[in-house]
Nanobody, 123 residues
């Protein structure tokens, strides 16, 4: 079964840190770019970060560059992580894990999605 499952969301004060995880079921993801997107009510889903299939290339939105770090583990079970430091209230959103065949910042170009995990940052 091909599936993406996020975990690690929660509530934190501004300046704090959270680490999101996305467990990918299905070896097809070993050759996929993996991405993190986020969405707040009433707004479009936006790109946060992406990592290539072997972890050699990473790309970040300007709003999170220097604060967020994406990584992946292609061992027995494929898992991607998003380490979020120096969190700001404007980082509050539902965060989604996604998979695509090539690098993209466009949510519409992703083939698979997780169910999302809520991140809330209070001031």
């Amino acid at each position: 079964q091909v599936q993406l499952v996020e975990s690690g969301g929660g509530s934190v004060q501004a300046g704090g840190s959270l680490r999101l995880s996305c467990a990918a079921s299905g070896r097809i993801f070993s050759r996929y770019w993996m991405g993190w997107f986020r969405q707040v009510p009433g707004k479009e889903r936006e790109f946060v970060a992406a990592i290539s299939w072997n972890g050699g290339n990473r790309n970040y939105a300007d709003s999170v560059k220097g604060r967020f770090t994406m990584s992946r583990d292609n061992a027995a079970k494929i898992t991607v992580f998003l380490q979020m430091n120096s969190l700001k209230p404007e980082d509050t959103a539902v965060y989604y894990c996604a998979a695509s065949g090539a690098f993209t910042r466009d949510p519409r170009d992703n083939d698979y999605w997780g169910q999302g995990t809520q991140v809330t940052v209070s001031s």
